[in-house]
T-cell receptor, first 114, second 113 residues
Framework: NAGVTQTPKFQVLKTGQSMTLQCAQDMNHEYMSWYRQDPGMGLRLIHYSVGAGITDQGEVPNGYNVSRSTTEDFPLRLLSAAPSQTSVYFC?????????????FGEGSWLTVV | KNQVEQSPQSLIILEGKNCTLQCNYTVSPFSNLRWYKQDTGRGPVSLTIMTFSENTKSNGRYTATLDADTKQSSLHITASQLSDSASYICVVSARTGGFKTIFGAGTRLFVKA
């Protein structure tokens, strides 16, 4: 079972470059989200989606774009990378039936912006 | 302000010993509380989920407790193993239209032989 798959695992970008972090899930989950994890802090929500064609901003959306053209895929785009975006990024998915639905996380993408 | 505070920040124990991790929250209105285990270099994996009416939930050697009145939760690990070395993250969701989820910074547990 693949679960939530993220690519790439590691990436180094130069300031000002753009890139896309890919996320795919094979569990037919309606809800997908992107988080960033920084040292000493809890995961913070960047963007989320409750279904194909529907996206919304989370806690820290600036500098990131998302789209949800299919149920399976939820890519995160960095428009013009900045050193402050150096972080570990996690994609997550779940059903959207209620608050107790288990959230499944991908393995993470380590991004360094120099 | 919705917050989740975990203590201790890090903990070192000997293999076979028990330990308890703490989580205090100010998230309101409370919906549910989850504990996750995150191995180094991996994504978080769910251990337990508790709603308002539940005050204890077990998953093998992991037992989570919840006191919704004092807004405190604990995760007790029994007979620790080397593979328990990981970060343990407390996550609290608030019922606010959708479901707002607040992550604690985690407790880093080191189990030594």
């Amino acid at each position: 079972n693949a679960g939530v798959t993220q690519t790439p695992k590691f990436q180094v970008l130069k300031t000002g470059q753009s890139m896309t972090l890919q996320c795919a899930q094979d569990m037919n989950h309606e809800y997908m989200s992107w988080y960033r994890q920084d040292p000493g802090m809890g995961l913070r929500l960047i963007h989320y989606s409750v279904g194909a064609g529907i996206t919304d901003q989370g806690e820290v959306p600036n500098g990131y774009n998302v789209s949800r053209s299919t149920t399976e895929d939820f890519p995160l785009r960095l428009l013009s990378a900045a050193p402050s975006q150096t972080s570990v990024y996690f994609c997550a998915s779940s059903y959207y039936r209620g608050p107790a639905d288990t959230i499944y996380f991908g393995e993470g993408s380590w991004l360094t912006v120099v | 302000k919705n917050q989740v505070e975990q203590s201790p920040q890090s903990l070192i124990i000997l293999e076979g010993k028990n330990c308890t991790l703490q989580c205090n929250y100010t998230v309101s209105p409370f919906s549910n509380l989850r504990w996750y285990k995150q191995d180094t270099g991996r994504g978080p994996v769910s251990l337990t989920i508790m709603t308002f009416s539940e005050n204890t939930k077990s998953n093998g050697r992991y037992t989570a407790t919840l006191d919704a009145d004092t807004k405190q939760s604990s995760l007790h690990i029994t007979a620790s193993q080397l593979s328990d070395s990981a970060s343990y993250i407390c996550v609290v969701s608030a019922r606010t239209g959708g479901f707002k989820t607040i992550f604690g910074a985690g407790t880093r547990l080191f189990v030594k032989a």
